[in-house]
């Protein structure tokens, strides 16, 4: 990844998780920091006349009628966060939080918001220090409470961890050589106001999503190997004429993974097609994969532009103050909505494929693929973790948005709900990668019942060999448990895709 990213033009969402996951230093380009002070010059100026801007010199919400005299707007702006600081339950892991403080930079600096420049500096060098506020995670409808508890940090408030220790938010600044800062006029509003939190929860469960659909593509391929499938659903004139780009891509993954293979080589004209789990391989990823690019094309539309409310036209001749409503979550949160069923889609392929594996009647394998079943249930349970995972997934899928509580006294009469259909695709995908990993387990332990003098192909010999090196065989029960957790990591890591590609000599498409 990156080792630094410099904001001012452009981003898109492996620039942001350079940031978020991997840490990279946050700058600003000179573009950048002009646009941030030519926009709050245009505040500073607006306030010295009195002009009547909503959340600046009148109150929030339903509160928009009522006047704030311009020697009042500072503490307009403290109020706001403190107010706003109401979200609830567990806090929201690290990266959500650096995703997050990186979407404040990229809203706020698109320099249409008018907060000064030392207020952005102040957010830039908590990511760069892993300052990391204590923000709860439940109870916001797509936007203010959690980035409310963020920006309680800039002034010295509220919670925070800086090096593993959780810290009142003006101790965890002074540790990190930062001095907190009083907030004036528009910015306490612009902090919390926009699409920021959903962006970057959404980035990461798409980021993720997006990985857990290559290496779903693998461990496909390695089913279709060990349960010696069928290659016509794969072929080329098959995807010709039915030409989704994605469908076509996910069959060539496949043709690629297995090249090679003796197992497929020796099983070719035994039958006429398998079951749709394998055979439909190139049907579902495709379309999955189609679904996880479009939320991917919205979500960098998303964390390129301004969100805020209300926005400050800084054209020449053409001032104006803009009361609209880009903080509006429905892009984020429909797009995550379908992120998640894509994924879910992917889940019960991938445990209908294990449940062949593990079934005696459908593989010719032992029951569970283990040699004496009975004393031993072999992978047999693993099956039941998908089925339950599968379940917390579709309850998972019911959609956010279509959901609609009025708030701020019918001020707010629709409500996008984009909040939820981003923070929960973090919970979808981890459970997409343990099903994943429960069906590679089973390709892995099913190895020995293969002919062993038939190679498999050079992609999975590569990724079997490397799980080798901390799964053992399952000659007779042992504790599962943390070999699950360790496919499921390296999934998550893209260790397995990595592995693949150097066993095919090619990445995947």
Same mark, same amino acid.
């Given at each position: 990844?990156k080792q630094s ?7 898109? *969402? ?8 991997g840490?990279a230093?946050v ?7 002009e646009?941030?002070n030519r926009?709050?010059?245009l505040?500073?100026r607006?306030v ?7 959340g600046? $010199?009148?109150?929030f919400?339903?509160? &928009?009628?009522r006047?704030?005299s311009?020697?009042?707007t500072a /503490? ?10 109401v979200?609830?339950g567990e ?8 995703g997050t ?5 990229q809203n706020l ?6 907060v000064?420049?030392e ?10 220090q892993?300052v990391?506020?204590?923000a ?9 409470s959690p980035?409310a508890h963020m920006?309680?940090?800039?002034t010295?408030?509220g919670q925070?961890?800086y090096q ?9 600044l002074?540790?990190a ?6 907030l004036?006029? /528009?910015e306490?509003?612009?902090?919390v106001?926009g699409t $920021? ?6 980035s ?9 659909e #290559?290496t779903a ?6 089913? =279709? ?7 016509d659903?794969?072929?080329p ?6 030409p989704?780009?994605?469908?076509? /891509? ?10 090679g ?15 749709l ?7 579902l990823?495709?379309?999955?994969? +189609?679904? *996880?690019e ?8 998303e964390m390129?532009s &301004?969100?805020?409310?209300p926005?400050?036209?800084p ?9 609209? &409503?880009?903080?509006d ?5 429909i ?5 998640c *069923?894509?994924?879910?889609?992917l889940a +019960?392929?991938?445990e ?9 009647? =459908?593989s ?6 283990i ?5 031993n249930?072999?992978?047999?349970i693993?099956?039941?973790?998908q089925?339950?995972?599968?379940n ?5 899928? $019911?959609?956010s948005v279509i959901d609609?509580?009025? $708030?701020c ?6 409500v ?5 259909a ?8 981890? #459970?997409l990668e ?8 089973s390709?892995?332990?099913a190895q ?6 038939l ?7 590569k ?10 065989k ?6 599962l448990y943390?070999h699950?957790e360790?496919?499921?990591q390296c999934?998550?890591d893209? #260790? ?5 590609e150097q ?7």
């Amino acid at each position: 990844m990156k080792q630094s990213l410099v904001l001012g033009k452009k981003i898109d *969402l492996d620039d942001f998780m350079a940031v978020v996951r991997g840490h990279a230093v946050v700058e600003f380009s000179a573009e950048y920091k002009e646009r941030v002070n030519r926009s709050r010059s245009l505040v500073e100026r607006w306030v010295e006349e009195e002009k009547v801007m909503y959340g600046v $010199t009148t109150g929030f919400g339903a509160l &928009c009628t009522r006047a704030i005299s311009k020697e009042e707007t500072a /503490k307009l702006q403290e109020n706001i966060i403190l107010s706003h600081s109401v979200s609830v339950g567990e806090p929201l892991p690290e990266e959500a939080v650096r995703g997050t403080l990186l979407m404040m930079l990229q809203n706020l600096g698109q320099g249409y918001s008018g907060v000064r420049l030392e207020v952005l500096e102040l957010v830039r060098q908590l990511l760069n220090q892993n300052v990391i506020p204590r923000a709860p995670r439940d109870g916001s409808v797509g936007y203010l409470s959690p980035e409310a508890h963020m920006a309680l940090v800039l002034t010295g408030r509220g919670q925070a961890w800086y090096q593993g220790e959780l810290l009142p938010g003006g101790r965890a600044l002074e540790k990190a050589g930062l001095q907190p800062i009083q907030l004036a006029s /528009k910015e306490g509003l612009a902090l919390v106001s926009g699409t $920021t939190s959903p962006t970057a929860l959404a980035s990461i469960g798409l980021y993720d999503m997006l990985q857990a659909e #290559k290496t779903a593509d693998v461990v496909g391929a390695m089913s =279709l190997e060990i349960l010696q499938g069928v290659m016509d659903a794969f072929d080329p004139r098959v995807m010709a004429v039915r030409p989704h780009p994605e469908q076509g /891509k996910t069959a060539e993954n496949v043709r690629n993974l297995l090249t090679g293979s003796q197992v497929i080589e020796a099983a070719r004209g035994s039958r006429v097609q398998d079951a749709l789990s394998l055979r439909c391989i190139p049907q579902l990823h495709g379309a999955a994969r +189609k679904t *996880l690019e479009d939320a991917r094309r919205t979500l960098e539309i998303e964390m390129n532009s &301004c969100c805020d409310n209300p926005i400050l036209w800084p054209e020449p001749g053409n001032e104006a103050e803009i009361s609209a &409503c880009n903080a509006d979550s429905a892009y984020v949160g429909i797009a995550m909505d379908s992120a998640c *069923l894509a994924a879910t889609m992917l889940a +019960k392929m991938s445990e209908r494929r294990n449940n062949r594996l593990i079934d005696e009647n =459908l593989s010719g394998y032992p029951w569970f693929l283990i040699q004496n079943p009975g004393l031993n249930s072999g992978v047999m349970i693993p099956q039941y973790t998908q089925a339950g995972l599968l379940n917390q997934m579709r309850i998972l899928c $019911t959609s956010s948005v279509i959901d609609n509580t009025p $708030t701020c006294g019918n001020q707010e009469d629709y409500v996008a709900m984009g909040y939820n259909a981003a923070l929960k695709s973090l919970s979808v995908v981890e #459970k997409l990668e343990y099903i994943l990993a429960i069906e590679l387990l089973s390709v892995y332990e099913a190895q020995p019942f293969v002919d062993a003098s038939l190679q498999r192909s050079p992609a999975s010999r590569k990724v079997l060999e490397a799980v080798g090196r901390e799964v053992p065989k399952l000659e007779e029960d042992f504790y599962l448990y943390p070999h699950i957790e360790y496919l499921r990591q390296c999934i998550h890591d893209g #260790k397995i895709m990595a592995w693949a590609e150097q066993g095919m000599g090619r990445k995947l498409v």
